[in-house]
């Protein structure tokens, strides 16, 4: 699947699971007060945008392998709301990697967050088994 032009993907709409959010923080170390920062990583595994990822990486004959993240926020996600996700993918060859640019707004168009994320595309074949 070329990504020349980059593909728009969404937008998803998507919740704060309020439980999901409270074990989130628990495991990263915090009190599970409020969501966070790093919830919306969650749904970049939601079967309607992964499948796209997994698809791609099939074709390519390679394994999305995390290389780095961030997030950008003007307003704070809140437990049980929704959100509308909007992912452009765009894929660099020097290194392979696929980057996901993703953007959560309100229901109503506010934008709340940024996300990017950066997938090192890596042969298939370099995950043999070691001798």
Do not use: K, N
């Not at 990486?57 to 290389?67: K, Q, T």
């Amino acid at each position: 699947m070329p990504l020349e032009p980059p593909l728009a993907l969404g937008p998803f709409r998507l919740q704060v699971d309020p439980a999901r959010a409270e074990a989130y923080a628990r495991e990263t170390g915090a009190d599970g007060a409020s969501v966070p920062l790093a919830y919306p990583a969650v749904w970049l595994a939601e079967p309607s945008l992964f499948s796209v990822v997994s698809d791609l990486c099939a074709e390519l004959d390679v394994v999305p392998v995390h290389e780095s993240q961030s997030f950008s926020y003007e307003a704070p996600l809140v437990a049980g709301e929704s959100y509308d996700l909007r992912v452009t993918m765009t894929r660099e060859e020097t290194p392979p990697r696929l980057m996901m640019a993703a953007t959560i707004a309100t229901p109503g168009g506010e934008t709340c967050a940024r996300i990017e994320t950066l997938l090192r595309l890596v042969p298939r074949a370099g995950f043999g088994s070691a001798s």
